[in-house]
């Protein structure tokens, strides 16, 4: 809020905003109800300690004095809810004019981390998709790391990620030429299947551009190995003990098995 008040009273150079905040319109009833609320907890408060003055015996004064501290308890995990509440607004960005204001050289770094446990409960289709559309981002290339921690150390993730690498070699330069807005390879390929004018402005271009139509079978080639491998071979060794549980993230800092797919790179350096 401050970057966009800072923007449009400037007396310097008028940069574009990068953001507008609004206040939403339930902020004055959020507010007032929160008032009554506030007065009914304190009435409540009140009763509660002028009974527990009066307690005649010390049963009755160890329930009441536990009552009281509860209550002060859930009144005060209450206030602190109340930040939200008491100015909710709703923000509209303008990724747009980001670099008007900002050389894509000062673009900060991003380190984007993909966890996943077991290839069963979580499709491995989905992990790669996200990580190859993480990576299809339109960001400089030597700014963006993408790591997919496996904890359950299993080959078929492995294996699923070596063959979504060779289909991000392709895929991420046709984005770049193609320039894309939507960079999900199962979304767009979804899409593809409708016979919209723009799906066959897309189709022309691939097939008329160095970058055929044929490349994208790699995509295919995941999901087909994904599939007879849970249908054949049940049995994949993993690196964790099979009659340990997994601990999923809470040593993901310290023992990450990472594949750092930062081949952006090379994929938009090789085209």
């Not at 060779?166 to 770049?176: G, I, M, Y």
């Not at 071979?233 to 999923?248: A, E, G, L, M, V």
Request: charged share 15%; with cysteine; glycine share 2%.
């Amino acid at each position: 809020m401050e970057n966009a008040r800072d923007c449009r009273t400037s007396p310097a150079a008028h940069a574009p905003l990068l953001h507008i905040v609004k206040p939403m319109p339930q902020m004055v009833f959020n507010r007032v109800f929160a008032a009554i609320y506030l007065c009914a907890i304190l009435t409540f408060l009140y009763y509660r300690v002028k009974t527990l003055i009066s307690s005649s015996t010390l049963a009755y004064f160890s329930i009441n004095l536990a009552l009281l501290i509860s209550e002060i308890l859930l009144a005060f995990m209450w206030v602190n809810t109340q930040a939200l509440r008491m100015s909710p607004v709703c923000r509209q960005e303008f990724p747009e004019n980001v670099e008007k204001v900002l050389e894509r050289s000062h673009f900060p770094g991003l380190d984007v981390f993909i966890c996943t446990a077991d290839p069963y409960k979580e499709p491995l289709i989905g992990v790669v998709n996200t990580a190859v559309s993480v990576m299809a981002y339109d960001y400089p290339t030597e700014k963006i790391s993408v790591y997919i921690s496996d904890d359950g150390g299993s080959a078929l993730t492995l294996f699923a990620v070596m063959e979504a690498a060779k289909f991000a070699s392709h895929w991420l330069p046709f984005c770049k030429k193609s320039n894309l807005a939507d960079r999900s390879p199962e979304a767009y390929f979804n899409s593809n299947q409708s016979w919209s004018p723009e799906i066959e402005k897309i189709k022309v271009i691939i097939t008329h551009r160095s970058t055929p139509l044929t490349i994208f079978c790699y995509w295919l080639t995941i999901l087909v190995v994904v599939l007879a491998i849970r249908n054949l071979c049940k049995s994949i060794p993993n690196i964790k003990d099979i009659y340990q549980p997994h601990t999923f993230l809470e040593n993901l800092l310290f023992a990450l098995q990472a594949f750092k797919l930062k081949i952006n790179k090379f994929a938009y350096q090789k085209y």
